[in-house]
Nanobody, 115 residues
Framework: QVQLVESGGGLVQPGGSLRLSCAAS????????MAWYRQAPGKQRELVAS???????TYADSVKGRFAISRGNARNTVYLQMNTLKPEDTAVYYC?????????WGQGSQVTVSS
């Protein structure tokens, strides 16, 4: 059974940094495209960043140049380094794993950017 467990969220001031981690159990990590999504109150869930098994990355325009996604294959973990955070980055961030027709979600981690 696949489980995705996120950590690293919290409260940070504008301009600050946070790093989210997502630890994946099960065998899917080695074949899955991993991604981070976020959902702000009253808004739809949106893709923030994704990374394939060979390291190809994509980013939402709103986070390009500020966020970086990476995967630690030895630890079955995907990271999201978030720099120069803005209040509009406030949301629940979800880890996602997708391979063919299989898709899994983490429980979500709250990120709040506020002074």
């Amino acid at each position: 059974q696949v489980q995705l467990v996120e950590s690293g969220g919290g409260l940070v001031q504008p301009g600050g940094s946070l790093r989210l981690s997502c630890a994946a159990s099960g065998s899917i990590f080695s074949t899955a495209t991993m991604a981070w999504y976020r959902q702000a109150p009253g808004k739809q869930r949106e893709l923030v960043a994704s990374i394939t098994t060979v390291g190809t990355t994509t980013y939402a325009d709103s986070v390009k140049g500020r966020f970086a996604i990476s995967r630690g294959n030895a630890r079955n973990t995907v990271y999201l380094q978030m720099n120069t955070l803005k209040p509009e980055d406030t949301a629940v961030y979800y880890c996602n794993a997708r391979y063919l027709r299989e898709e899994y979600w983490g429980q979500g981690s709250q990120v709040t950017v506020s002074s």
